[in-house]
């Protein structure tokens, strides 16, 4: 199953997802990635430029997010809607879509894993993946059987973000527990040159 192909239940680009009251978590990876795109030196100009800040809800651990813009119709900063036409691919012309500006290249790894969340037990490194609709009545995933996970083959660079992702969660909990501050924390994992 394809997460584009609506025919079978997936993600049909309203762009909801990418509004509201919605948090995408970033890891350095993602820090990395978007800071390219927006074509900044180090990560440091995400914060300064208020693209990424940092957020407590996940367990009081200091990690960064995509501030959306405030307001009832707040976004991602990355967020295009649009009008498509005759030459966009798979959608009819005249339709409102919501795309993402780093899609694929720089997309974070939640958004790209989106409908899907993992979790990892870092005692004993399992690994769960489900199934989490994006928005109550998501358009796209009426009638999909959330059940029943997609059969999915992970490409290398994938599966490597996923390591890395696990690593640095690894780190994060390893330096809350040896006491270092929020302020060194954050200076560790997430300001970096690119």
Known sequence: MSFTD????????????????????LNPDDLLLISRFSGLSN???????????????RNGAPVPRLRFSKGPAGCCSFLENRLTDEDSPGFDSGRLIGLCRL????????CMLAPLYRSVDLDDGSEQIGFKRP??????????????????????????RLRRETDFFRMLSG???????EKQIIGQLYYFDC
């Open 43 to 57: 990560t440091y100009g995400l914060f300064e430029q208020k693209i990424v800040i940092i957020d407590y809800e």
């Open 175 to 181: 330096l809350i527990a040896d006491g270092m501050s």
């Open 135 to 160: 928005l109550p009545g998501c358009p796209g995933y009426i009638g999909f059987d959330e059940k029943r996970l997609p059969d999915m083959t992970l490409s290398a660079g994938l599966k490597e």
């Open 103 to 110: 899609h694929p290249e720089y997309k974070p790894l939640v």
């Open 6 to 25: 609506s025919s079978e239940g997936g993600c049909i680009c309203c762009g909801e997802c990418c509004r509201g009251g919605m948090h995408v978590y």
